[in-house]
Each structure stands twice: as structure tokens, then as C-alpha cells.
């Protein structure tokens, strides 16, 4: 059974940086295509980044476009999600995913076969 195990969340003012890693275990990360949701209190969980079955093409919500970059360590298989210039609207709390399939959209949850545990990040005015 695949898990996503996810670290690096925590507390941090405006306009800080944090980076968060999915570590994949059973398979190599590349097997999967893999995503980045989030969801904050009382709200849907939503599409934040992902990267395609390519490996190469990555793609990102406009409300973090230029601020958030996906990353990816093969020899350490874990895909990072690095949040720059964070907005204390980006509280929320952050879920890795990855997908074995190649149907769906990259930017639905129901695309998505397993997800990693959830890590808050908390941004202060």
C-alpha cells in the first residue's frame, strides 16, 4: 500500500517562506503523477499545484502562481512543495496526493488514488 507521509508545516508571519515534503514510500515518485490541495476551516478542499505524468509539466493555481514552485528529489522520493511570499489567506492545511491513473483531471481530488495526512500551515498578519 502506497503511502504520502508529509512534513514541514508550521507557523510562519506574512511574506515568509516554508517548504513542504511528500515522501512516497512503496514505488518510485515518478510512477505517480502527484498534487497539492489544501483546505482551510469551513471551506473545500482545493487544487493548489501539481505536476503532470511527464514529470516536467507542472501546473499551479493563479492565486499562487509565481509565489509557490513544485519540486521533486528521485533519490530521495519525495516531492516538495516550496511556498514563498505566504499571505495569511494561504492558512490552510496542505495534502500531498498522487495519482495512478491517467484519467481525470489534475485538479479534481477525485483524481487522486492516495493522499498524505494533512500538515497545517498557519500564516500571520
Known amino acids: 500500500q502506497v503511502q504520502l507521509v508529509e512534513s514541514g508545516g508550521g507557523l510562519v508571519q506574512a511574506g515568509g517562506s516554508l517548504r513542504l515534503s511528500c515522501a512516497v514510500s512503496?514505488?518510485?515518485?515518478?510512477?505517480?503523477?502527484m498534487g497539492w490541495f489544501r483546505q482551510a476551516p469551513g471551506k473545500e478542499r482545493e487544487f493548489v499545484a501539481a505536476?503532470?505524468?511527464?514529470?516536467?509539466?507542472?501546473y499551479y493555481a493563479d492565486f499562487v502562481k509565481g509565489r509557490f514552485t513544485i519540486s521533486r528529489d528521485n533519490a530521495k522520493n519525495t516531492e516538495y512543495l516550496q511556498m514563498n511570499s505566504l499571505k495569511p489567506e494561504d492558512t490552510a492545511v496542505y495534502y500531498c496526493?498522487?495519482?495512478?491513473?491517467?484519467?481525470?483531471?489534475?485538479?479534481?481530488?477525485?483524481?487522486?488514488?492516495?493522499w498524505g495526512q494533512g500538515t497545517q500551515v498557519t500564516v500571520s498578519s
Open positions: 496526493a498522487a495519482r495512478s491513473g491517467t484519467s481525470g483531471r489534475y485538479y479534481y481530488t477525485d483524481s487522486y488514488n492516495y
Open positions: 512503496e514505488r518510485p515518485v515518478s510512477s505517480y503523477a
Open positions: 505536476r503532470g505524468w511527464s514529470g516536467v509539466s507542472t
